[in-house]
């Protein structure tokens, strides 16, 4: 039998994610018949290497999605809400990794292992959860299952790749400007990085948390189960890729750490490395690269009834980006929810 | 009147909280008769300028404490183990940096905004909290009289500086490493520290904790109420100087985000800087020097009864150690409680 492929776009192909995209997309022998790479006119003709080929990025245009299946998008919000509809008007499914369509009802919010069921319903967008959301939800849904997630405490440690390419750039700079006793300057975040942790991700809201606190809080609802609570701080590091979650859970049935430690280790895209010892733990460069969510330090909380905490690390780049965006595209093929194939 | 003049000895004097010591001492204008600097042998001989003189360092002893008021002691918990009582013996009032006695009963634990009758009692021993929990209690003390501290999960943004004058060169050395891509070696810490952020501060508990974030928890109950719940994870990131605190609250009472920014407005020890909007609020970088402990992010928590967040950052080498120590020699001698004054 002869495996159908797809035309398929990557919306945003020379960002941080676009690029993560086209690594997993090789990796994943993703069935592609015609590859589209699109971005701002900025960066129209730059040649970039995919499977063997070189491939010129094309300006995003509304034409662009004529006779696409697929499209992949990370390209910021506004993009995404401009040429999103357009691109499904055309006949491609678009997957969104933008927060643009990510609450709108009519619109599947979707990470694979957690809730693929949800994909069913959709009508031409399916959106990425928030990276945070992802890295948090991938292990926290098996334990859901078992015991019940009644409410969540996060703080995260964000990479600064989470803020896209210039913000790598800056944190490397700026870090270089340490060593040479040159002042760093803060341009794309609003206090210096490097050597410094900034409790601050994404705009402030009205109610004194900022949209990154927010978005883990709405879209655990909406993913998971709208009872759950979840309070979150977000905080960037000074690390490029990785992002890591200290979590405390409070759970509705009684769930000890070596119960978690055993869903964990069966459940898909959860990597269990958890020593009460020196080094038997993840940090966020061990994980770069990486496809699965690191789950250690599975601790019983004492100070609330069916209380566990743990430390989350994933690549946000991949699980919490192209990697998700890729599996939905996947499960979308396998479920037969692809409306145009080839 | 003539203000009495005290022999001060500072044990540790060459480390990273040593040195701040002496800088705390000098601008302070502590009331000292004769300054004795004590550390290892390797450091015997070295010279040190204090208030426009030279002292030079001597080699830890017992005798070393013969005449001496008050001992100021950041020498690691095995050196004031085995000085510390010696010190007593020898008159001398000892202010300990250490872990070595803080939980023993007839020590005093003191942060001197918040407890500080607890000195009344001493037996020549006082220990110094942790500087983790140091920093957490400043601003959590007058909330916990204003409505009551039930639990608190906190999570940690330790700076290398806590563990140290050569964690803080591991750092500076292994990101000026990862610049000339010369393979990072970890010596100090278990993992990478630069670019990295690690889940570990202290040695692992058999119950998956590690000593840092028990530490948190029974300070805490000792210095404030027995009764209060903590659960901390305690996280090295790469910062020189400065601790920040992602520290999530239930009390007993109704305390509105604007009530607890007034009374922290209030509090001594305290810097509220908290508006919800880019830049408004402090990081590490800023906080370096300062004596104060800065509280921002202060927000409502609508997940629990009575729930608030905040962010809590201070100099872990100033508030969180030598400024916590003087604060405690100085509030001996405003209560009349070194034994010896000249």
Partial sequence: MKTKRYNVAVVGATGAVGTEMLRVLQ???????????????????????????????????????????VALFSAGAV?????????VRRGAVVVDNSSAFRM?????????????????S??????????????????????????????????????????GKEAMDELWNQTRGVFVTDPPSPKKFPKQIAFNVIPHVDVFMEDGSTREEWKMMVETK??????IKLTATCVRVPVFVGHSEAVNIEFEKPLSAEEAREILREAP?????????????????????DFATFISRIREDATVENGLSMWIVSDNLRKGAALN?????????????LQKAA
Same sequence: chains 1, 2.
């Fill in 222 to 227: 909406k993913i998971l189960d709208p009872k």
């Fill in 104 to 120: 709108a009802e009519d619109v599947p919010l979707v990470v694979p292992e957690v809730n693929p069921h949800a994909l069913k």
């Fill in 27 to 69: 990796q994943h022998r993703f069935p592609i018949k015609r590859l589209r790479l699109l971005a701002s006119s900025r960066s129209k003709g730059r040649r970039i290497p995919f499977n063997g080929s070189t491939y010129a990025v094309e300006e995003l245009q509304n034409r662009s999605f004529e006779g696409i299946d």
């Fill in 269 to 289: 895209g959860c990597l269990v490395v958890d020593k009460p010892e020196s080094g038997g733990y993840v940090t966020p460069v061990e994980c770069v690269g």
């Fill in 325 to 337: 965006t890729v599996q939905i595209a996947e499960a979308l093929i396998n479920r037969g929810l």
């Fill in 79 to 87: 993009r995404s809400l401009e040429f999103g509809p357009e691109a």
């Fill in 122 to 163: 959709h009508q031409g967008l399916i959106a990425n959860p928030n990276c945070s959301t992802i890295i948090m939800l991938v292990p926290l849904a098996p334990l859901h299952r078992a015991a019940g997630l009644k409410r969540i405490i996060v703080s995260t440690y964000q990479s600064v790749s989470g803020a």
